[in-house]
C-alpha cells in the first residue's frame, strides 16, 4: 500500500520539478557578446578576428568582424569572458572580466593599437660567445 502511494505521488514531484526548472534552462544559453572592431584610426576593421574565452582562460572561440567592423556571438551562457582582437598582425589589449548576464546582450568595442602580440614569456637573451 505504501508503494501504491509513490507511485502516484513521484509522477507529480518529478512533473513540477521541471516545469519549476524550465525558466533557468532556458537562460542558459540566451546571451550574447557584441561589439565592433576599430583601427588605430578609429575605422572599423572588417574581417578581424574576435577571440573570447570564460574568465578563466577556458576553451578559446573565435569569431570575425562582419564588412563593418561588428562581431555578434549569440546563444552564450551567461559569464564573465576575456575577449580580444587582432587584424593584419595588430593586437587589441584583453577586455577582461566581461560580465554577460542571462538573456543581455553585452556591447564591447575593441581597439587595435598593439603593432605585435605581447608575450607572457620575455624574448631569450643572445648567446654569448
Not at 38 to 46: C, F, T
Not at 98 to 122: C, D, M
Request: net charge positive; proline share 8%.
Amino acid at each position: 500500500m505504501k508503494y501504491r502511494k509513490w507511485a502516484l505521488f513521484l509522477p507529480f514531484v518529478l512533473g513540477f520539478t521541471i516545469i519549476v526548472s524550465l525558466p533557468a534552462l532556458a537562460q542558459r544559453r540566451n546571451s550574447t557578446l557584441a561589439g565592433v572592431v576599430l583601427g588605430s584610426d578609429n575605422k572599423p576593421v572588417a574581417n578581424a578576428s574576435v577571440t573570447y574565452q570564460s574568465g578563466g582562460g577556458v576553451a578559446p572561440h573565435v569569431t570575425h568582424t562582419d564588412a563593418k567592423g561588428h562581431f555578434s556571438v549569440p546563444k552564450l551562457r551567461a559569464d564573465i569572458y576575456d575577449v580580444r582582437a587582432s587584424a593584419q598582425g595588430v593586437y587589441s589589449e584583453w577586455q577582461k572580466n566581461v560580465n554577460v548576464r542571462p538573456g543581455q546582450t553585452k556591447v564591447v568595442t575593441l581597439r587595435l593599437t598593439h603593432a605585435q602580440e605581447r608575450s607572457a614569456v620575455p624574448p631569450a637573451s643572445p648567446a654569448q660567445p
